[in-house]
């Protein structure tokens, strides 16, 4: 079982910066690939980034390429998203989630067996 904690959410302005955080519970998360989700109203949960488990491999959607910096420290059992340039499309509640152990990164909803609660990312224009 793991259980995966996100903050660092907030209201920024366009072109800010945030850097969300994913604590998680357990002594597994090393062999546990990590991925980046966010969610708006009516719409189906997006797939932003993911981290191998080793942090070798990352993988990130076209649009937050080259502005969002998926990293991770397994000693801290933590994953972080750096966000910077941010803007207005990139409003959302954004999910951390964990595969299982040793499995293959991917990049959709279920590749990924726990979700953490979520935070609120808000960019105003």
């Known amino acids: 079982q793991v259980q995966l904690v996100e903050s660092g959410g907030g209201l920024v302005q366009a072109g800010g910066s945030l850097r969300l955080s994913c604590a998680a519970s357990?002594?597994?998360?090393?062999?546990?690939?990590v991925g980046w989700f966010r969610q708006v109203p009516g719409k189906e949960r997006e797939f932003v980034s993911a981290?191998?488990?080793?942090?070798?491999?990352?993988y990130y959607v076209e649009s937050v390429k080259g502005r969002f910096t998926i990293s991770r420290d397994n000693a801290k059992n933590t994953v972080y998203l750096q966000m910077n340039s941010l803007k207005p499309e990139d409003t959302g509640v954004y999910y951390c989630?964990?595969?299982?152990?040793?499995?293959?990164?991917?990049?959709?909803?279920?590749?990924?067996?726990?979700w953490g609660q979520g935070t609120q990312v808000t960019v105003s224009s």
């Open positions: 981290i191998s488990q080793s942090g070798g491999s990352t």
């Open positions: 357990g002594r597994t998360f090393s062999t546990r690939a």
């Open positions: 989630a964990a595969a299982s152990p040793y499995r293959q990164t991917g990049t959709r909803s279920d590749d990924y067996d726990y």
